[in-house]
């Protein structure tokens, strides 16, 4: 049989000593993979290093030291047996008269005795004190133990024979005053009368807010809305502003509602209630988006009178709603 080898004759090609045979696969394969193996096997080695670096680093950090800021004592050392002790001394001997009585604690003061010799540490209480038409500081000092250093002291308080606030002060951020119309006349009754009452759904209504699942507390308060007055009312230097005629669709509202609690169960007569309002649209269709303490009115937000917890309601069951007098409506002081 003859032979299938191929034979190249003379051939120059085949017979070049200097060409180059071709590689094979296989072996660049394995050697691609042994040097891949060998980077990664470097990687890890690396890796392991930084990781040993870094954690002697972190272990060799000075510990940070405890804060030293400052700190807020509620209940001192002492607090209850100088109160008590004050309490008993005022209800003895009635030092201040028969009425008198604890009306608050004001707050303490770290003082250092000496006992045999020794220093020690004591707290002086401070208590107002009242019997009704006159008015002192009380100081108690307890050692931590709660002995009393000596008696009670006293110091006469000054207060004004009758108090006249000053409805007429204005807030910071504001432009100019702004005039009341009678539109929100009208709101300021309604929103008195709501807020004042027990009826809950009421209040919600007069506030116009836009959430639907929003709710507002009354102050569950007996008695009759008298009046409600709007003392003085400014643009607010926030929402939209016009600078050339220096209004804006905000404002703020002083206001004080009187209620008449003649006929209830306490009795108390004639009681008046002070409240700054933040008022959306003033000049148009008015609409109260907050209320607060008066003063507070640059620090309203819209709707943030919300209530979030469970709704309160009048004791006993009941419907004690106060509803303005024959005639009563929001009246209004420049």
């Not at 707050?107 to 010799?117: K, M, R």
């Amino acid at each position: 049989m003859p032979s299938m080898t191929r034979r190249h004759g003379g051939d120059e090609w085949f017979d070049d000593p200097t060409r180059r045979r071709e590689p094979d696969p296989d072996r660049q394969f394995l050697r691609l993979v042994a040097r891949n193996t060998n980077k990664w096997r470097w990687v890890q080695v690396a890796t392991l290093i930084l990781a040993l670096y870094a954690a002697f680093t972190v272990s060799g950090l000075p510990s940070q030291p405890a804060s030293t800021g400052p700190v807020v004592q509620l209940a001192p050392a002492g607090k209850a047996a100088a109160y008590s002790m004050v309490d008993t001394w005022l209800r003895d001997g009635q030092p201040l008269g028969a009425q008198a009585a604890i009306m608050s604690w004001d707050g303490s003061d770290e003082v250092t005795i000496t006992s045999q010799d020794k220093p020690v540490s004591a707290v002086a209480h401070h208590f107002t004190v009242t019997d009704g038409d006159r008015w002192w500081t009380v100081t108690e000092t307890v050692r931590a133990d709660g002995t009393a250093i000596g008696y009670p002291n006293v110091t006469p308080v000054t207060v004004p024979a009758t108090v006249s606030p000053n409805t007429q002060e204005a807030w910071d951020g504001v432009l100019k005053t702004a005039t009341v119309t009678d539109a929100l006349d009208a709101l300021v009754t309604q929103w008195a009368q709501a807020v004042m009452g027990s009826d809950a759904d009421r209040l919600k209504v007069v506030m116009s807010d836009p959430d639907p699942a929003a709710r507002y507390q009354p102050m569950l308060l007996d008695g009759v809305v008298k009046s409600a007055t709007v003392h003085k009312l400014m643009y607010a230097d926030r929402g939209s502003v016009d600078r050339e005629r220096n209004t804006s669709d905000r404002a703020y509202a002083r206001v004080s509602v009187t209620l008449d609690r003649s006929g209830t169960a306490k009795d108390a007569g004639q009681c008046s209630y002070g409240f700054d309002l933040l008022i959306a649209d003033p000049d148009g269709t008015p609409h109260i988006t907050a209320w607060g303490a008066p003063g507070t009115a640059p620090t309203l937000e819209d709707w943030s009178n919300r209530w979030e917890g469970a709704e309160l309601r009048v004791p006993d069951g009941k419907d004690q709603e106060p509803e303005p007098s024959a005639g009563a409506a929001a009246s209004t002081t420049s």
